[in-house]
């Protein structure tokens, strides 16, 4: 078919030629010139057509039909090398997506083309050699213009062509022979930018509609490949079809829109094989069938994507916010546990205001050496509590005195191998001492006190219960000279009388917690005691010698008094504690434990106290059922009431109070165990149901 069209057109004028023959007269043909020697093929089209065309006619096409009655594949090409080349010198020659009404024409005009050619192909088929080749070829050419002028027109992309085998063989009436697998092109495109590999494209949402006519594509939906299909086999005679487009109309930007090939495994130009992921997912597509089944896409720039940040790590916060939470730990969760995490919280740990307020207490680790190394390494200690710390002594409590001069609150309950000289070095190194808790130190005696009293002006709050060899001198100095006292608590100091509540009454005005429980202290000395204007708390527990106007009196004059404790005395009755609910204004708790009431004093503070809050009336033996639950009805205030070991208090009267009022908490000694079981069923306690049972 090449040297037909290769013909020179009729409109060249031809030579001249003889009317007749010279010899016998009669008209002869022209004798036949040699005809010229042809032009080496070259690489290019014929039709002296873009690149795009070269790509189109030269390049490697999909697998020839296997049989006569089945139409080749008329979808584009969409692998190989030359595909990418295509495909990139498209993109670059028409960076905007065609208009879909120039494609639909397009198509249009190339099956037309088409269905002309292979009509003209069976006329030729039962004419003469000579007219049925030159028929041929002029349709073949023109099948191939108006296809190529059609794709040129609509600026699509590169499509197949019906090849002049693939003709020859449908005019002989046999199938073609199978094609062989696609051999490396020979032409290479000379463009700029050509060779270039094109970037794999981003990942389209599927359409419902992927055929090439809109919805009804392949499958039942259209969404689907459907096998090809012979020319003929739909159609009858008479019956008029609309014509097949021969090149699919480019898909839409969110959805693919051409049709799967015959194998079903069309792949994207200049992109790369598909992965078993995207197989399996195209797969599960075609067994959907679905037209609005839309899986959706991941995104298309996930390579792109940056990483994801790293956890967040605790060590880099500031170093201020990380020693405000170590804050919250105690000594053991600092030293045993977190200062092992690693060297940064070790030394975060060693930090010296973790050093300074320590709570040794309990420790028997607690040497002279050790106290020598903490007052070494941290100088600045304000508290310390080394109450129950037995294997120390004086020695190292006077190191730590003298390296430490900041110290302001010195605790050592229980010391009992303490002496004078640690209280001594204490008060001689750290003037600045606020608080002093030396309570049950058998061997402390007024000499250390002396030296309080006279170096450490800054006293607030001493304790010195249980002190035994303490007596009014040692106290009296402290008096006259730590004038800014507020706290003092005697405990069973039997040397302590009247003559020491007198002077603290009468040098430290601005006290506020007075107490003197089990000292040698009389009415006569309590009686001072009206002249604190600022008391708040009075704790005069078993005092023998106390009457109920000495009580009365301090009540009516200590308007600020809050909390006030006269358990163990019996001399105590109901008219002092109604005295006391009508004029103490601001008293909110009362303590009145082994006292001589009645419920005639019960009765009286839940109707004339309007403050009082907690009411301690155990081991009385007169209050019975009535004036606790007289109490519990007419006080608005009461929030605890006390009757443990009142036996003359029915517990069923008692646990209907709980149930009618629960706002008010009822000590009993059954309340308290049903309270105590509680709490540790609370924090996960589960009785031993075996050593029960055993």
Excluded at 400 to 423: E, H, M, V, W
Aim: glycine letters at 8%; aromatic letters at 4%.
């Amino acid at each position: 078919m090449g040297p037909l069209l290769a013909k020179e057109p009729r409109s060249r004028p031809s030579p001249p030629r003889p009317r007749w023959c010279s010899w016998c007269r009669r008209r002869r043909p022209p004798a036949k010139a040699p005809p010229p020697p042809a032009a080496p093929r070259g690489r290019d089209c014929f039709f002296r057509g873009p690149c795009m065309l070269c790509f189109v006619v030269h390049g490697p096409g999909a697998p020839a039909p296997a049989g006569p009655e089945e139409e080749p594949p008329l979808s584009p090409p969409r692998d190989g090398p030359s595909a990418a080349a295509a495909a990139a010198s498209s993109s670059s020659a028409s960076p905007r997506p065609p208009a879909p009404r120039c494609a639909a024409q397009a198509a249009e005009d190339c099956a037309a083309a088409a269905r002309r050619f292979l009509l003209s192909a069976a006329a030729a088929a039962a004419a003469s050699p000579a007219s049925r080749r030159r028929e041929l070829g002029l349709a073949a050419a023109a099948a191939w213009e108006q296809q190529g002028r059609s794709l040129l027109g609509a600026r699509v992309g590169p499509v197949r062509f019906l090849g002049p085998p693939v003709a020859a063989h449908l005019l002989r009436g046999r199938a073609p022979p199978p094609a062989e697998p696609p051999a490396s092109p020979e032409m290479v495109c000379k463009r700029k930018g050509a060779g270039v590999p094109a970037c794999t494209p981003c990942k389209q949402p599927r359409c419902g509609g992927g055929g090439g006519g809109g919805g009804g594509g392949g499958g039942p939906a259209g969404g689907g490949a459907s096998p090809p299909r012979a020319p003929d086999a739909d159609r009858r005679p008479g019956s008029e079809q609309p014509p097949q487009p021969l090149c699919p109309p480019p898909a839409a930007p969110g959805a693919e829109g051409a049709p799967a090939e015959a194998g079903g495994d069309a792949v994207r130009a200049g992109s790369a094989a598909p992965s078993a992921a995207q197989q399996q997912q195209q797969q599960q597509q075609h067994e959907c069938g679905d037209a609005d089944c839309q899986e959706p896409r991941e995104d298309a720039c996930d390579c792109h994507r940056e990483p994801p940040p790293d956890a967040p790590d605790i060590n880099q916060l500031p170093p201020s916010i990380l020693l405000k939470i170590f804050s919250n730990l105690s000594l053991d969760e600092r030293c045993l546990s977190a200062s092992l995490v690693c060297k940064y919280w070790r030394d975060l740990c060693l930090d010296f205001q973790f050093w300074k307020q320590l709570d040794l207490s309990s420790r028997q680790q607690v040497t002279d050496e050790l106290l020598e190394k903490i007052a070494s390494r941290s100088q600045n200690i304000i508290e310390i509590n080394i109450s129950d710390c037995r294997s120390m002594s004086d020695t190292g409590v006077c190191v730590l005195a003298f390296k430490c001069p900041g110290l302001l609150r010195y605790t050592a309950y229980r010391c009992k191998q303490l002496s004078d000289t640690s209280i001594i070095a204490v008060a001689s190194h750290c003037p600045l001492l606020q608080k002093v808790h030396v309570g049950n130190q058998d061997k402390l005696t007024d000499e250390g006190l002396k030296q309080l009293g006279s170096k450490c002006r800054e006293l607030k709050d001493i304790h010195f219960g249980q002190c035994y060899k303490i007596s009014d001198e040692g106290m009296i100095v402290i008096a006259k000279g730590c004038l800014k006292l507020q706290r003092i608590y005697m405990q069973e100091n039997k040397l302590v009388t009247d003559q020491s509540v007198k002077a603290f009454a009468e040098h430290c005005p601005e006290l506020q917690y007075v107490g003197f429980m089990g000292c040698s202290v009389t009415s006569k000395g309590v009686i001072h005691l009206t002249k604190l204007r600022n008391l708040s708390s009075l704790d005069l527990r078993h005092i023998t010698e106390l009457d109920n106007e000495t009580v009365m009196e301090i009540v009516k004059r200590c308007k600020n008094l809050s909390s006030l404790n006269l358990c163990l005395n019996w001399i105590i009755n109901d008219r002092c504690v109604e005295v006391i609910a009508k004029e103490g204004q601001n008293l909110k708790e009362l303590y009145l434990v082994s006292c001589k009431i009645t419920d005639y004093a019960l009765i009286a503070i839940g109707r004339y106290s309007m403050t009082i809050e907690t009411v301690d009336v155990g081991w009385c033996k007169e209050i019975t059922d009535q004036g606790a639950t007289l109490i519990a009805q007419s006080s608005k205030s009461l929030r605890y009431l006390g009757l443990m070991r009142c036996d003359k208090v029915n517990e069923v009267t008692v646990e209907q109070l709980v149930q009618q009022y629960p706002h008010i908490t009822f000590s009993t000694v059954l309340q308290d165990c049903k309270r105590t079981l509680e709490r540790a069923y609370q924090m996960g306690w589960t009785p031993n149901v075996s050593a029960a049972s055993s």
